[in-house]
């Protein structure tokens, strides 16, 4: 199957009435086709090793293996970075991060980091005319430059730039505020309890685990040693806002209901829902009826949540009869971590499970640990199932989405995004040329078949807090990942052509 643009339009009776017993989902639908939904569903910190679908034997993940089954599975994707904010920012906008200040790990409080002026991801599908949607972590930041106010509407926000709907964790679980927002309004806030957030400085008179270690339920390993709330120490310091405080063991529930929620009432229509988990990222607070259960300790407990995540929303669009035409993305942002700062035990109880499998690095790093992610695209209207080893890269998830839906993208839209639709949906094997990663200390990598290139730095070999690998080093690396996917042996000196031809065209991508 070639190309098909728009291609959704040319597949009805695949996408609206064959397979999976789904039922023609709208009152138009029998005669003029509709465009399919899209589920993203980011999962954080997720390692490729880290599902049973991609060869994990010491954790079972059933709900996503079907996902994987049903749809294609992807063998050689990448994040654009190996850390969470620089890499939903380039899926979101299709601009490498690196192109803009202002992109590394942000903070609880950090203004929005994407330019309302920007047309996003988001923007394409609300211009499409689909409801859209944001849930679950969000890390991109709110509000206006100065920091957000978290006691008023807060403006700007994911709905000025495409989202109808957010209901969103504002960063991380292990950053302060641990509160929701609703649609620029921090949830169950009481307007006489004022939240005040700084991360500079100690605010208020919460415990913190610095002062107080006695009162903390789960210790640091790294920093997380500023305010406690629910017996968590975390990065930041809050005060107020007692009543919209989060409950960590409820996380999953809530964000997975809103989103069923969204789903449900818009079952009728297109829709763009784009769903960030806090699974698997620290501190790991499995429910109850997961705490325990994976036998690896709590890091295993949230991979069977977020698999409980996945499977309620595979239910869900099963319920309305919709799953035949929703493109359900399941990802994770970067590669695992094992040990992120919290005494959780997560190294401990591993018992021979492998998050990294055998790539070398992790989060943060250039090592192909860092980025390497699981990505599964399921389309049962519009995908044939099977594995992709072509090499893709999440950056280039818009402008392919773009083509799937005949978008016209304006010059200065999604500028380092390219159409790759042929390979997102696994009708062409070759992949695209080359892919560009970012690590913590935004060093870049280049992969070109192959090859990988790695980019001289000054920075750390090691991350100071995880002892990651960095892949950082002086000189020029060069691993040919077929060979030696654990870039175990730095071929530079034998190849001085590859390091020439890929360094001039890292230096092009830099300078397009
Ligand atoms: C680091 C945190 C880590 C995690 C990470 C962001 C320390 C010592 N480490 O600075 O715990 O929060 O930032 O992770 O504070 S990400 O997946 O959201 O990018
Ligand atoms: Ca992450």
Known sequence: MKHFSPLWSLIPGAALIAGCGSQPKDKTSEHSPQKPNVVYLIADDLGIGDLSCYGATKVSTPNIDRLAGQGMQFTNAYATSSTSTPSR?????????WRQKNTGIAPGNSELIIDTA?????????????????????????????GTDFNRRIKPNTQDIGFD?????????????CVFVENGHVVGLDPNDPITVSYDHKVGDWPTGLENPELVKMKPSQGHNNTIINGIPRIGWMTGGKFALWTDEDIADVITDKAKNFITAHKDEPFFLYMGTQ??????????????????????????????????????????????????????????????GYQDRARELLNGHTPMKHYRGGKYSAFDAGTRIPFIVRWPG?????KQQALFSMIDVYASLAALLDYPLKAGTAPDSRDQLNNFLGTDTAGCDYI??????????????????????????????TQTEMGNAP?????????????????????????????????????A
């Open 89 to 97: 920012f380039g899926l979101l906008t299709g601009m490498y991060p």
């Open 118 to 146: 920007c047309v996003t991801m988001a923007d394409m599908f609300k211009e499409e005319g689909y409801a859209t949607a944001a849930v679950g972590k969000w890390h991109l930041g709110l509000g206006p430059k100065g």
């Open 165 to 177: 709907y957010e209901y969103i964790i504002p960063a991380t679980v292990d950053r302060v505020p």
């Open 279 to 340: 699974d698997v990222h620290v501190p790991r607070v499995p429910h109850p009826r997961f705490a325990g259960k994976s036998g690896l300790g709590v890091r295993g407990d949230v991979i069977l949540q977020l698999d409980w995540t996945v499977g309620e929303i595979m239910h869900t669009l099963d319920s309305l009869g919709i799953a035949d035409n929703t493109i359900f993305v399941f990802c994770s942002d970067n590669g695992p971590v094992i040990d992120d």
């Open 382 to 386: 519009g995908i044939k199932p099977g």
């Open 436 to 465: 560009v990663q970012q690590n913590l200390d935004n060093t870049l990598s280049i992969i070109e078949g192959d090859w990988k290139y790695i980019e001289p730095s000054d920075k750390p070999a090691l991350e100071y807090w």
């Open 475 to 511: 000189q020029p690396q060069l691993y040919n990942l077929s060979v030696d996917p654990s870039e175990k042996d730095n071929v530079a000196d034998a190849h001085p052509e590859k390091i020439e031809a890929l360094s001039a065209l890292l230096e092009k991508v830099k300078g």
